[in-house]
């Protein structure tokens, strides 16, 4: 009996620490395994850093990939615990199909690997709260941003958290004409809900997509919205959350490609 006791308590640890020990995807975008993103090389692109001020005044970054000045421009918004680097393939692949980006780095965000997030360094710096909300300043300050240096409204897009806080700033920003969501959250990292800002949105087109787990609860939260604003996708198999369901590490990233190109060419 003893015996037997160790071997079930071994095969328990045994499952434990394999369990562990898995990397991969979570709904809530866990960075123990961060895929090798391949980024590519775009004729006529240029990548510059700016450090501007957030809409509260910090000094927050922006990268901006810029392929002419009259080009369509879409801002792209991370997911919690990373940063700019999160569109480090995306990016150029949206300039080869002919957009200008502008990819932020929110204070609710961090490290990837050796890829440091300076507006959260900032931040953290000054004593500032860093919670998933606090970022609505710097995505208003890099839609401004953005509008303002190619003279036009922009598309923004959102990943997780950052999804449902697009819609917020699309709101109550006139230099937002279209919204990209990827995997919209229902609720923030201080207890609030983003169910104001799904009940209440208006009608600028809405791209958007999810895991195939996160589909249901998201159709019905924007189940009001009718079908010449709302589009929604999600993939045949499980899915992945976040833009980083575009990563070409991803299994799934060709279809999800396939779906925003169609969409983003339908709302220039």
Known sequence: MKDLKIIIASVLLIGIVITGC????????????????????????????????????????????????????????????????????????????GYNCVALDQRSGGPMDAHENITFNNAKTKGLATNYTT??????????????????????????????LVLKVAMDNANVKSVVTFSPILKFDDGSTAADYFKNYNGKPI???STEKEAAPLTKALSHLPEDVLYQYYPDMKGTHGSKALWSSDPAHEAYWAEVEKWLAAHK
């Open 207 to 209: 791209f958007m997509t």
């Open 135 to 164: 970022s609505l300043s710097d995505i208003t300050a890099g839609v401004n941003l953005a509008a303002a240096k190619f003279n036009q409204p922009v598309m923004l897009w959102g990943s997780s958290y950052s999804a449902s």
């Open 22 to 97: 898995k990397g991969g995807k979570s709904d809530k975008g866990d960075l123990t395994d961060i895929p090798e993103q391949k980024p590519i090389t775009v004729a006529g692109m240029q990548q510059d850093t700016l450090l501007v001020a957030s809409a509260d005044g910090l000094e927050m970054r922006a990268i901006v990939y810029a392929i002419d000045s009259s080009s369509p421009v879409i801002v792209l918004c991370h997911q919690a615990r990373m940063n700019n680097y999160e569109y480090a393939e995306i990016a150029p692949k949206l300039n080869a199909l």
